[in-house]
């Protein structure tokens, strides 16, 4: 009875030690539930990031290796080459074709595309974008956009008939292409984790 009398009487509560453990526990908990949490987002960007990155790369290379193949087109034998010889480089290409097979290679009439289809295509890469232009002759622009941003490296490699690189316009039978990007949307978070690269390769047409 007095046992019972001296527990109801007993309300002195936690002591400051307990508290401070039980602080002390409860901090680390939360700690490794945060830590857990980014860890799932970084990876849930991460995964995002190239998918980002590796459908941009697909696009670019897809378009420019579809322009590749049609340079050289030339019905009537006016004898250009497919490749403009003065801007050629390794990060830049001038790529002709006569598309209306009137043996000159025209400017764009009307009102300029940059996306459409032109007898002189030029891609380079400006900053971080990679540029497709229409171009009015071989050294005047008519209309440029910005095919893909987050570009990290763009670069041509010209192929002779025998598979070797050549630096001669009228030599080239087949341009490669080297691209790597970075999603734009991620900044420079785990750039190296989301980046893409991918090189492929276009057959200059009747070469």
Request: overall charge neutral.
């Amino acid at each position: 009875m007095n046992r019972l009398r001296a527990l109801r009487l007993d309300r002195r509560g936690f002591t400051l030690v307990e508290m401070l453990v039980a602080t002390a526990i409860m901090g680390f908990v939360l700690s490794a539930a945060l830590l857990s949490l980014q860890a799932g987002t970084q990876a849930s960007d991460a995964t995002a990031g190239r998918a980002e990155a590796q459908s941009s790369i697909r696009f670019a290379l897809d378009r420019m290796l579809a322009d590749m193949r049609a340079a050289g087109y030339d019905p009537t034998v006016a004898n250009f080459d497919p490749i403009d010889g003065t801007s050629m480089s390794s990060s830049t290409v001038m790529l002709n074709t006569d598309l209306n097979a009137n043996g000159t290679l025209d400017a764009p009439a009307g009102t300029c595309d940059a996306a459409a289809q032109a007898e002189r295509v030029r891609y380079r890469k400006s900053g971080t974008s990679l540029m497709r232009a229409v171009m009015t002759n071989a050294s005047t622009v008519a209309c440029e956009t910005t095919l893909i941003g987050g570009v990290q490296s763009l670069t041509f490699t010209y192929l002779g008939a025998d598979g070797g690189s050549t630096s001669t316009a009228a030599n080239v039978r087949t341009i490669q292409v080297a691209l790597t990007i970075q999603p734009e949307s991620m900044g420079s978070f785990h750039i190296g984790t989301m980046a893409a690269a991918m090189t492929d390769q276009a057959r200059l047409r009747n070469r």
